[in-house]
């Protein structure tokens, strides 16, 4: 059939099918989303065919459930070949522009890619689906992104890059003639691959666990919050205060708050949170019944070393001390231990060093003072109460509260569960158990980090629908803005207190920028958690 007379009868079939439309529906009941020819389609000839590309194929990370935390974002693509019944049922759902660019197309004999809201069966027309990356992802700083070529450029993305990474593509093949022209009557034939978008990693992350940190962490302008459980230290959530999207990258760049910047496994300041550490070489080396009458002060050599308690908290045990952070007890408790015996515990906990927590991601290394270095009884005691020099990142912290949570023993923080490929799952190897105290110090501990959240300085942190415990902490800097010192905030604590599961690190890295206290945050995670559970 010549072209015109084949182009004026379809355009006279066309206004007729539009105006039944319209009659009948008011408007059309499928919606196109954008005509996917410049974005999805790269057209090449080989030999006598023509191959369509829709799009390259990434494997999934998925989250310990195997819910897909990549290529969670399902599409539907139509392929539409220049024959005259394919052209008719496009038409009935496309409108003004889109309508246009696609009859464009397709007057030329060629074929075009459109993006429909559902599966369209038609004789020229073929479907299939392409998965891909929602503007929302969870836990985004642990996952990461990739560039517009799909290779991994931060977290998991690039540290599983060379598992995660094929060169299979999806596309449709058309046989042509000498010409290149579609030959008349030919089937398309399509080619996906969907072991691709199975295959993939395994995270820990549990993405109803993680959407509770995140609501929960919304609270902190620059923080983090990261949860584990307790005996196997596998991390269930992490996130990384402020967020960023990964479509506008740039403006991140140029964020003062550093929004790229994954800050459960930088380094900072880390406060009291560090006592408990001071408390297990005290109660393993017999030192369990010291005690110490906070006048709130104390002189070492010629510096008076304060307690925050200006008044004094008076006599004071381990519990109490902890209960209540007293500062001057733990100076003395130091002292009384010896910087060895404390260095060794610190250091079997892994503080100072990367932790390995999948591969190819490692915490920030930190910082851990080197014994010598706490012989000066001015440096011990700063180290007591978890300021100077010690430099810790926020899954660093798991280590020690794990370790009380779960008997005296600890695991490495995990984040990857294992990887999955034609159907077989290999599991990560997160390594061994490391025993830093015994089982009864770990019990004295866990009862005196429970009087905190009782009669101390965290009873904001108590929870209303189960027992934890924990050690808050108001970490100095030594920074100022405005003539205020910028002070960072923690709480680590555990739950329940009896039995502990979950062990959960928050911190913000300026205290004068969250609409809610750490001690609060972790209240609310316990409870949404153990509702969860329910």
Not at 281 to 308: P, V
Request: net charge negative; hydrophobic share 40%; charged share 20%.
């Amino acid at each position: 059939m010549d072209n015109i007379i084949f182009w004026r009868i379809f355009s006279k079939r066309s206004a007729i099918c539009f105006f039944l439309i319209l009659l009948l529906f008011f408007i059309s009941v499928l919606r196109v989303g954008v005509t996917a020819t410049a974005d999805y389609s790269k057209t090449g000839y080989q030999g006598n065919s023509l191959r369509l590309t829709i799009s390259k194929q990434r494997g999934t990370i998925y989250d310990c459930n195997m819910v897909p935390l990549t290529n969670s974002n399902r599409k539907i693509i139509a392929a539409v070949s220049p024959t005259p019944r394919a052209v008719t049922a496009i038409s009935s759902i496309l409108q003004g522009e889109e309508l246009q660019n696609v009859l464009a197309l397709l007057r030329n004999n060629k074929p075009v890619l459109c993006e429909v809201d559902e599966w369209l069966q038609c004789d020229g027309i073929v479907c299939t689906y392409v998965y891909g990356q929602s503007d929302y992802i969870p836990a985004i700083h642990l996952l990461g992104y990739t560039d517009i070529d799909f290779k991994g450029v931060s977290g998991i993305q690039l540290a599983y890059d060379s598992f995660l990474s094929s060169e299979e593509e999806i596309y449709i093949s058309y046989d042509c003639n000498a010409k290149g022209e579609i030959l008349e009557g030919a089937t398309p034939h399509l080619v996906n691959n969907t072991s691709v978008e199975a295959s993939g990693v395994v995270s820990t992350i549990d993405i109803n666990i993680q959407s509770i940190a995140e609501e929960a962490a919304s609270a902190i302008e620059t923080g983090a919050v990261v949860i584990a459980e307790a005996k196997s230290g596998k991390i269930r959530a992490s996130v990384s205060r402020p967020d960023f999207n990964m479509q506008t990258i740039e403006e991140s760049l140029n964020n003062a708050d550093s929004p790229l910047l994954n800050r459960a496994i930088n380094a900072y300041n880390v406060g009291s949170v560090f006592k408990p550490c001071i408390a297990i070489a005290g109660i393993e080396n017999n030192k369990n019944n010291f005690l110490y009458n906070c006048t709130g002060s104390f002189e070492i050599i010629d510096r008076f070393f304060r307690c925050h308690d200006l008044s004094g908290h008076g006599i004071m045990n381990l519990r109490s001390a902890i209960a209540h952070s007293c500062n001057t007890f733990f100076y003395n408790f130091a002292i009384e231990i010896g910087n060895e015996k404390i260095y060794d515990i610190a250091s079997s906990l892994r503080f100072g060093k990367q932790l390995e927590i999948c591969d190819n991601i490692k915490t920030a290394k930190g910082n851990l003072p080197k014994k010598e270095r706490l012989e000066n009884l001015a440096q011990l005691a700063n180290f007591s109460i978890g300021q100077g020099e010690l430099l810790l990142s926020p899954i660093s912290m798991l280590t020690l509260y794990s370790a009380v949570a779960n008997d005296g023993a600890y695991y490495i923080p995990s984040v990857v569960e294992g990887t999955l490929k034609d159907g077989k799952f290999t599991e990560y190897q997160k390594g061994n158990k490391t025993q830093v105290m015994q089982k009864e110090t770990a019990d004295i501990l866990k009862t005196h980090l429970e009087a905190v959240l009782l009669e101390g300085t965290g009873t904001t942190a108590l929870p209303k629908t189960v027992t934890a415990a924990g050690k808050t902490a108001t970490a100095q800097t030594g920074k100022y803005k405005n003539g205020v010192e910028i002070c960072q905030g923690w709480f680590c604590g555990l739950f329940p207190a009896e039995n502990p599961k979950y062990v959960v690190i928050v911190f913000s890295e300026n205290t004068n920028r969250q609409t809610q206290t750490s001690n609060q945050i972790f209240a609310q995670i316990a409870d949404k958690i153990t509702e969860l559970e329910k």
